[in-house]
C-alpha cells in the first residue's frame, strides 16, 4: 500500500501486468524512453526492455492496427493514444475492426487490446486537448468503455480492462491525473493524499469492470457521473446541501443498471452530469434507461448537465467546464421539478 | 514568379471505355527470365529498377527461364495446377448459385489464381495471412473444407461464422486465414502488427498480406508501410493490381505516373513486381520475400500484375464501364493455361489429364453444393436466433441477455 | 413535375445544382463514368463534364479532406461515401477539421462540404452495408444531419443541404432507394410511383433543413422515426390499429423540437424508432429531449425500438431490422404503459 | 523454405540521450552547389537523387554557390532577414510571457526560420498556405500585424480567434494562412482539396502545404500524396524534418532507412531534400516547384531539413530525451547566422546593423507585447459569453442559444 496519485497508479498498473504477463506490452507515442506525455509509462522502458513500451509513429489508426494484429496473435497490448482529441484516425480501427473481430470470426479472433487516452477539460488546453469523446464508443457494440475518477480505481479497473478479453476503451481524466479537482478552479487543489482513494495497494488486485460505486449516499437524489464530474458532483452535493447519492459509474459499458436503478427509485429524482457535448452524449442513454427503468418513480424531469453544443474554447475554459455551480443549480431544479 | 497561365485540373481516364477497342499499348511485356534474382540481403536502395520492371519466369512456350525459375517439383505444379482449377470451378459454382438466388452475393477470382495459390504455396503453412475477398485460392491450397467454405457462403448451418458474415468473408485461424473485413485495407496495418509479436515473441511465423490496388489509396496502406518498415516487421506486403478497383481503373488509384510496387521505395523497403499470372513468377518472388523476413532483414512489398477478368462481385457488371472483350486482350494470358502449358511442355502433364482434372475440381464442386445446399438454414424452424447475440463480447452483458429475450419473445 | 424513385429524385437535385452553380461539383468512389454503385449520379459527369463528377482513389480521409480544401477555397462540393459504413475512416477530417473549421478560424474559413452516404440495412449486406451511424455525428457540433424518407423529401433536403454553408451528412436510407418498404419483406414491396411523394418538381426546389413533417396525424401516441422507419412506423400503425401521430423527423439536427413537443404533449407517449443501435443511439438524445420537455405530460414510459446493440449479422437480416412487429408491440405497450 | 532462426523485433534508436555526446556522424553534409538544377518539366523518375542528396546554395564561408543560387537581389535578402529575425524575437518574448503565466501555451520555431520565411517569399502572395504550429514566420513575412498575432496567442479582446484556440494556433485568409488545426496532418491532405478548386476554376493560385517528420506518419500525408499524384495538383508539399516529433527521432517516424523526401517517388511526384537552415536553398527549391506547378505540371515534394533547437513547446523539456547540447552541434548552423554572414560577405550588411535590426525587432515584440497585454480578457467582466456560442454554425440553432441563455444565466 502506499500513496498514488493517479498517474502512479496508473503507472503502477502496467508495472504490475507487464511484470506478471510476457504478452503485456505498451506502446503509443512518446511513451517509450520518455514515458509520455503526461509521464503515466514513465520508467517502464527501462525496467522492462524496449521492446515491452516503445514509441509508435504518429499514425493512430497504424497504431490500433497494430494492436489489433498483436492481439490476434495471442498478446495483450495497452495502446496509449496520446489525446483523446486525436482518437478519431483510429476510429475505423476500433470500430470496424476491434470491435467486430470476435463476433464477425465466430470466435476465431479476438483483439482484446485496452486503448488508454487522457480526456477532458480544465487544463487550458483549447478544443483539441480537452475533448471528451465516451458516446462515440458506448454507441459500438463490441467495445467496453471505462472510466476511473481516482487512483484506486485507475489502478484496479486498468488491470481488469487488459485481462479483460475484449477491447476496451479507457479514458482517463486528465484534469484528476496529479489532483481531484472538483471544479472549482478559484480555490486550491486538494494533492490525492487528502483523498482515501489515494492508498493504492502496490501489486495486483482489480476493480471489476460494469460496477458503479456509490460514492456519497444520500436520499434527495441521484447524480449520475463519471471522471472528473464525479468529484464536481460531490462538490455540488456539499455546496447546495442537498442530500444527493452520487454515484461514480466507473464502467459505462457494461453498465451497472442495478446500482442505477436501486437509486433512483429509492430518490425519485435523477442529475445525470458530464464534460462531454451535450447532445447525443452518454447522458442521454442514461436519461433514456432512468426513465425506461423507473418511469412510475420519477418526481421530476431527469436533468443533464453537459458540455456545451460547441468545441471547447480556449479562452473560456471555465465557462466551458461543468463546475459545481451548474451542477448545482440542476439538483436544486431537480428538488424543485 | 507567377505567370498567367490557368490552372487546369486532371481526371485520369483508362484507355478504353464500352464500346471501343480494348488498348493494352501502354503495358510493357518485357520478356521472361530478363531479370536477375538479388540475394535477399540486399539493400533496397540498390534495387528501385525492381519496382519498375516486371519478374516472369514462363516464357511465350510454357519454359521456365531465368534467374527467378523457383525450379518446383512437377508433383508441386500439378497440385498448383489443381489448387487454381479448384478455385475457379469454386468460383463458378458459387456464381451460379448466386445467380439462382440462393445466396445473396459472391466475388470471384477469376484470372488471379495464380496470386493466391502460389503464394500459398510459397509461404510456410504456419503464416498467417490477412487477405482481401479476393484470395479464396489460398483456404483452397491450404486445404480448408470445401464444406465450411461453402457453409460459409450459404450462410446457413454449415456457416462456421454463424451467419455473421457476408458471403466471401471468411475465417480461419486453423489455416492461417485471418478474419476477411468488409472495410478495405484494413488488415494490411494488421498484419503488420501480427508479425511484429511474432517478432516479439522469437516465433519464426510470417505474417503475409493482401491489398487491391484500388484500396492502396487508403490509409492503412501506408500505416502498414511506415510500421513495417519503422520496426522491420517480418511480413510480406503484397498489392494484388489487377487493373481496376469497382469501375475505376488503376489510373484512379495513383498508377497512371508510376507503378503500385514503387510506393514501396519511399519507405526504404524493397520491392519486387511481378506477372501475377506467372505461376512461376509469384512463387519465386514470394519465396524471396520470405526469405528475407526469416532472416530478420524485414517487410517486402510485391505487386502483383493481374487483370481481373470478370466483375468485381455479383453486384456488378463490367461491361458499364470497360469494354466487354478486355480481359481475353490481357497481354499476360491466363494463369491456368499457362501453368498448364508449362507441365505439358515439361512432359509431366497432358491435354487428357488437363480434361479430366476440370471434370473432378468441377464435380467436387457440383457434390459439395448439394451437401451444403441441404443444410437448414440458421434461423429457420431448427434454427436459433442465438447467434445474433453471442460473442459481440465474451460474456454476454444484461442489455444484450435482454434484447435477445426480447427477440426471441 | 415527374414521377421518380429516391434515386431519381437525388440524381435530380445534384443536375440542379450543377446546372445552377458552376461551384457545385461531385467526387467519390465510382461516382464519376459509372455513376455510382446505386446509380444515384448516372449520367452527371456525361451531361455536365469530367471535372463536375468525378471518380477518386479508395481513401475516404481523403476524400473528405479534398472537399474541405475545395469549400474553403470557395467551391461547394458534394461527397458520395460509397456506404456509410465506410465513412468511418473520414471521421477525423469529418469531425475534427469540417466540423471547427468555421468556429475555429473566427468566420475566416468555412466547410459548406454535404456528405451523402447510403446508409441502413434491409438489402442483406451484412455488417458492412447496412450501418446506421447517424448518432457518431449528431453529437458533433458544427455538423447537420439530415435523413430523407422519400423522394420529394431527398431531393429538396439534399438542395437544401449544398446549399447550407454548414458542413451537412446526408444520410440516405438504401433499402428505399427503389421502393416504400415498410420492413415487411414478406409482402410485395410496392413502387414508389404507388407513393404521392414521388411526385417530385423537375426544376429547383428546397425541403428547409429543420423541419420535421407529421406524415401521419394522430391522438394516441407520438411515433418519432426517420429514414426507412418511417414506412415501418406507417405500416405499425396500420398494422396495431392505434391512432398514432407518425412524425418524419428529416433532420436530426438541428432538431424540429416544437413539432416533437407539440406532438408529445397532446399523446402523452412517444415511441422512439431507428435501426441503429440501441445503446447510445439517436433514440436516446430524442427520449431524453422528450422526457425534458413533456415530462408532466407523460402517460407511459417512452418507448424505444432499435437494432440490436449487435452488428449486423447477414443471415439474421429480418430478426435484426426493426420491423413493424416490434413497432407495433412498442406501440401496444405505449399505450397499455 | 523455412528455417529456425527466431525473429526479432527492430525498435528504433536515436544516436544519443541525455548524459551521451551528442552524435550527427550518420548525418551527411554535401558541398552547397553540388547539385544540378533540373528543368521544371523533368521527369519525375529521372530525378530520384534530389530524394536522397541535399541541395545546398550556401557555403562554409557564407557565400552563394551553384545551380540552385536564386540570385536574389540584397533588399529581398534584407527582407527575408529581417523576417526570420522578427520571428525569433516574437518567438523568444511569447515564450517568456508563458514562462510568466500570463499565456497558456507557446510554440517557437527557433531553428527553422529559414522555412517559412524563404518558402513565404518564393510563393506569391495569393497562394495559400496550409501551415503546421511551426509557420509563424510565413504570417511574418507577409506582413501579418503582429498585434494581431499577439493577440490570438493571449487570447483575448485583441484575438481575431475569439479566444477559441490554443496559442500559435493562428488563421487568416487574407493573409493566405490557413487555420491550424491541432490535429497533426489534417491540414496537408486539404491544401490537395484546396489547389484543385483552384485548378478547376482556371485560376493561378497554388496551394502549399507544412507538415512535419513526425505527422509523414498519418494517414493525410498519404492521401495528400496520392490524391496530388492522381489529380496533378497544383501544390506545394513541404515536410519539415527537425529530426524531432516530441520524444521521439525522426527514426520512429520511419526515417531510419530512408528520407522523408524519398516518400515522393512512389507516387510518381518530384522530391527535392533541401538544407532547410540555408536560406537561399530553400527559396530556391520553393521556386522551382511553385514554377512547375504554375505550368500545369503538378506538385511537388520538398524535404526541408533542419533542427528543432529547442522543445517541442512550452509544455516540453527536452533535455530528458536528447542531449542538451545537441542544438549547437548540428552540422547545417543557424539559418539567421548563415544568411547574415553571406550579407556581410556581399558587403551588402554589417555586424552594426546586424545589432542594430536585432534590438529593433526586439523593441517592437516588447512594445506590441505591453499595447496587447493591456486588452481586457474575453470574458471579464467588459467581455461576453457570446463567442463561445456563435460560429458553431452559420446561424445559431434553438439548443445552442438556449444554452447560451443558460450560460449568461
Ligand atoms: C473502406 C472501404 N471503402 C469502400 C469500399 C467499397 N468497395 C469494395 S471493393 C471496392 C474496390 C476495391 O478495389 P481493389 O482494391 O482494386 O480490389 P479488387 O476488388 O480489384 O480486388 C470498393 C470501392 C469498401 N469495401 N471499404
Ligand atoms: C493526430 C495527432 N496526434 C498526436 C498529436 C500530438 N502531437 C502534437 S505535436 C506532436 C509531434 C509532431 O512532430 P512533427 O510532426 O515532427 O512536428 P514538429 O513538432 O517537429 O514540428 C505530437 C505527437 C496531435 N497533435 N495530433
Ligand atoms: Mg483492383
Ligand atoms: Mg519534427
Not at chain 1, 255 to 272: N, P, Q, Y
Not at chain 2, 38 to 66: C, K, S, T
Not at chain 2, 214 to 229: I, K, P, V, W
Amino acid at each position: 500500500m502506499a500513496i498514488m496519485n493517479m498517474v502512479q497508479a496508473l503507472n503502477s498498473a502496467m508495472d504490475v501486468l507487464l511484470s506478471r504477463d510476457p504478452d503485456v506490452l505498451i506502446f503509443g507515442e512518446d511513451v517509450g524512453y520518455f514515458g509520455g506525455v503526461f509521464r503515466v509509462t514513465e520508467g517502464l522502458q527501462k525496467r522492462h526492455g524496449l521492446t515491452r513500451c516503445f514509441d509508435t509513429p504518429i499514425g493512430e489508426a497504424g497504431i490500433v492496427a497494430m494492436g489489433i494484429g498483436m492481439a490476434a496473435y495471442g498478446l495483450r497490448p495497452i495502446i496509449e493514444i496520446q489525446f483523446a482529441d486525436y482518437i478519431y484516425p483510429a476510429y475505423d480501427q476500433i470500430v470496424s475492426e476491434a470491435a467486430r473481430l470476435r463476433y464477425r470470426s465466430g470466435g476465431d479472433f479476438t483483439a482484446p487490446i485496452t486503448v488508454r487516452t487522457p480526456y477532458g477539460g480544465g487544463i487550458f488546453g483549447g478544443q483539441t486537448h480537452s475533448q471528451s469523446p465516451e458516446a462515440l464508443f458506448t454507441h459500438v457494440a463490441g467495445l467496453k468503455t471505462v472510466i476511473p475518477s481516482n487512483p484506486y480505481d485507475a489502478k484496479g479497473l486498468l488491470i481488469s480492462a487488459v485481462e479483460c478479453d475484449d477491447p476496451v476503451i479507457f479514458l482517463e481524466p486528465k484534469r484528476l491525473y496529479n489532483g481531484p479537482f472538483n471544479g472549482h478552479h478559484d480555490r486550491p487543489v486538494q494533492p490525492w493524499s487528502a483523498h482515501p482513494a489515494s492508498q493504492v495497494p502496490d501489486g495486483h488486485y482489480v476493480v471489476p469492470l460494469g460496477q458503479a460505486a456509490i460514492v456519497r449516499p444520500g436520499e434527495a437524489v441521484t447524480v449520475l457521473a463519471y471522471g472528473a464530474m464525479v468529484h464536481v458532483a460531490m462538490a455540488a452535493a456539499q455546496d447546495s446541501e442537498i442530500d444527493a447519492e452520487v454515484i461514480d459509474l466507473r464502467t459505462l459499458i457494461p453498465l451497472d443498471i442495478e446500482t442505477i436503478t436501486a437509486s433512483v427509485r429509492k430518490t425519485g429524482r435523477c442529475v445525470i452530469v458530464h464534460e462531454a457535448t451535450r447532445t447525443s452524449g452518454f447522458g442521454a442513454e442514461l436519461s433514456a434507461l432512468v426513465q425506461e427503468h423507473c418511469f412510475h418513480h420519477l418526481e421530476a424531469p431527469i436533468e443533464r448537465v453537459a458540455g456545451w453544443d460547441t468545441p471547447y474554447p480556449h479562452a473560456f475554459e471555465w465557462d466551458y467546464f461543468p463546475g459545481p455551480a451548474r451542477v448545482t443549480a440542476a439538483l436544486r431544479r431537480a428538488m424543485e421539478g | 514568379m507567377k505567370n498567367s497561365l490557368p490552372l487546369s485540373l486532371h481526371i485520369p481516364q483508362p484507355a478504353a471505355r464500352p464500346g471501343q477497342e480494348p488498348d493494352f499499348s501502354s503495358v510493357a511485356v518485357p520478356p521472361a527470365g530478363a531479370l536477375p534474382r538479388p540475394e535477399i540481403d540486399v539493400e533496397p536502395a540498390d534495387i528501385h529498377a525492381f519496382a519498375y520492371g516486371l519478374i516472369r519466369v514462363l516464357d511465350e512456350d510454357g519454359q521456365a527461364v531465368g534467374a527467378w525459375n523457383p525450379r518446383l517439383a512437377p508433383q508441386a505444379l500439378r497440385e498448383g495446377l489443381r489448387a487454381m482449377m479448384l478455385t475457379r470451378a469454386y468460383d463458378e459454382g458459387m456464381y451460379r448459385v448466386q445467380r439462382q438466388g440462393k445466396i445473396s452475393f459472391y466475388v470471384k477470382s477469376t484470372g488471379e489464381e495464380a496470386v493466391a495459390v502460389a503464394q500459398a504455396m510459397a509461404l510456410d503453412r504456419e503464416d498467417m495471412g490477412f487477405p482481401t475477398y479476393r484470395q479464396q485460392g489460398l483456404l483452397i491450397a491450404r486445404g480448408y473444407p470445401l464444406p465450411l467454405m461453402m457453409g460459409q457462403v450459404y450462410s446457413n448451418q454449415g456457416d462456421p461464422l454463424k451467419g455473421r458474415q457476408l458471403p466471401s468473408m471468411y475465417s480461419s485461424k486453423a489455416y492461417g486465414f485471418f478474419s476477411i473485413s468488409g472495410n478495405l485495407g484494413t488488415q494490411f496495418s494488421q498484419a503488420v502488427g501480427w508479425a511484429m509479436a511474432s517478432a516479439y515473441r522469437g516465433d519464426t511465423r510470417l505474417a503475409a498480406a493482401w491489398i487491391g490496388d484500388g484500396a492502396t489509396a487508403e490509409a492503412d496502406f501506408h500505416h502498414a508501410l511506415t510500421f513495417a518498415s519503422v520496426y522491420r516487421a517480418p511480413v510480406v506486403l503484397n498489392i494484388v493490381n489487377n487493373q481496376w478497383a469497382i469501375s475505376s481503373f488503376q489510373g484512379i488509384a495513383g498508377g497512371e505516373r508510376t507503378t503500385f510496387a514503387a510506393r514501396a521505395i519511399g519507405y526504404g523497403l524493397p520491392a519486387l513486381r511481378v506477372d501475377g499470372n506467372d505461376f512461376l513468377a509469384v512463387h519465386a518472388a514470394t519465396t524471396w520475400a520470405a526469405e528475407r523476413a526469416r532472416a530478420n532483414l524485414g517487410a517486402t512489398v510485391i505487386e502483383l500484375f493481374t487483370y481481373r477478368a470478370e466483375g468485381h462481385s455479383t453486384s456488378d457488371d463490367p461491361s458499364r464501364y470497360r469494354p466487354a472483350s478486355e480481359a481475353s486482350r490481357w497481354p499476360f494470358g491466363d494463369p491456368i493455361e499457362r501453368l498448364s502449358r508449362h507441365l505439358i511442355a515439361l512432359g509431366e502433364w497432358s491435354e487428357d489429364q488437363q480434361a479430366d482434372l476440370k471434370a473432378e475440381v468441377e464435380g467436387l464442386v457440383k457434390q459439395t453444393q448439394r451437401q451444403v445446399e441441404a443444410l437448414p438454414p440458421l434461423n429457420g424452424p431448427e434454427g436459433s436466433l442465438e447467434p445474433m447475440f453471442t460473442e459481440v463480447y465474451q460474456d454476454m452483458p444484461w442489455h444484450l441477455a435482454r434484447q435477445r429475450q426480447e427477440a426471441e419473445g
